[in-house]
């Protein structure tokens, strides 16, 4: 998925850095490869919490069990066990359960956002426009905070 | 085929009156090493337990209050989704996190429903007779509410 027609559109350098990533051949390896722009992380976190709660929020808690299944089995990732729990606590962290995600070490929590984040351009993907708007609202997050 | 007479009541294994005992909060802190019999019946009383005092589709929000404290959180809530038929993410939790779930959970459900004493002991003792029967006592059972 091509996200390049936007890439010269977001605001912040980092945004621009993760509208790339994005539109790479494996996005959320892509996005774990951003470790060395603390601005880039930083927006990652604000743009996961954005499209968390765009996806979840007035919906049914357990369409996020249905959602990390989907997810795990198309990265081909074990979906019963230790890591789909992890995912789910760090989603749900997302939508007002902080506390769920406390004892998830920082790195593995840093790779369920990417696995999170980089499904956006899974296909069909979310649209150009629509990813744009969702990394302006986080860069506004990371502005205001 | 249902047998004819009803087994006679009450429980009848130290596991099952273990439960009893904790349920009345009454249990040492510690089971002498539970073997897989014991946890067994823990896990399918637990199964029942968590089935007369939830429907299937409880809200989480309910389901959360029920496993909130002493116990790993969300893998409290995932064996009491998982008991109650939902296909949840269940496997590599410890032995003992899952041994110590199945009980405390078992006292907590039993002490929001306020079960009698004696309908304390018809849910141990029909644990009891599901945990006899190895091809049975994995299959969830519908039972009505207390």
Redesign the interface.
């Known amino acids: 998925m091509g996200q390049s027609g936007t890439l010269d559109r977001a605001a912040t350098a980092a945004g621009r850095l993760l509208l790339d990533a994005l539109g790479e051949e494996g996005p959320a390896r892509s996005l774990s490869r951003l470790g060395s722009s603390p601005q880039a992380v930083r927006l990652l976190h604000e743009l996961f919490t954005v499209a968390v709660r765009r996806s979840f929020v007035g919906r049914?808690?357990?369409d996020v069990?249905g959602y990390i299944?989907d997810l795990l089995e198309y990265q081909a990732l074990?979906?019963?066990?230790?890591l789909?729990?992890q995912s789910?606590?760090v989603v749900r962290s997302a939508l007002g359960e902080p506390?769920?995600a406390y004892?998830i070490p920082a790195l593995r929590r840093a790779e369920i956002i990417c696995l999170v984040v980089g499904d956006l351009a899974r296909p069909p993907g979310v649209p150009a426009d629509e990813l744009l708007a969702l990394v302006r609202q986080a860069e506004a997050r990371v502005a205001r905070s | 085929m249902s047998p004819v007479f009803s087994p006679a009541p009450g429980v009848r294994t130290g596991a099952g009156r273990y439960l009893q005992l904790v349920a009345h909060e009454e249990a040492p802190q510690e089971f002498d090493a539970p073997d897989e019999d014991a946890r067994h019946l823990w896990e399918i009383a637990f199964g029942l337990a968590a089935r007369r005092r939830f429907e299937p589709e409880s809200s989480l929000a309910e389901i959360r209050r029920t496993v909130a404290g002493g116990l790993p959180t969300l893998e409290a809530e995932m064996l009491l989704r998982a008991a109650l038929g939902e296909k949840v993410p269940v496997d590599e939790i410890d032995e003992s996190v899952r041994t110590g779930a199945h009980l405390l959970l078992f006292a907590r459900l039993v002490e929001e429903m306020a079960l009698t004493d004696g309908e304390l002991e018809g849910l141990v003792a029909r644990a009891e007779e599901l945990a006899a029967e190895p091809e049975l006592s994995r299959r969830p059972e519908l039972t009505d509410a207390p």
């Open positions: 049914d808690a357990r069990t299944r074990p979906v019963g066990g230790q789909a729990r789910e606590a506390e769920l004892a």
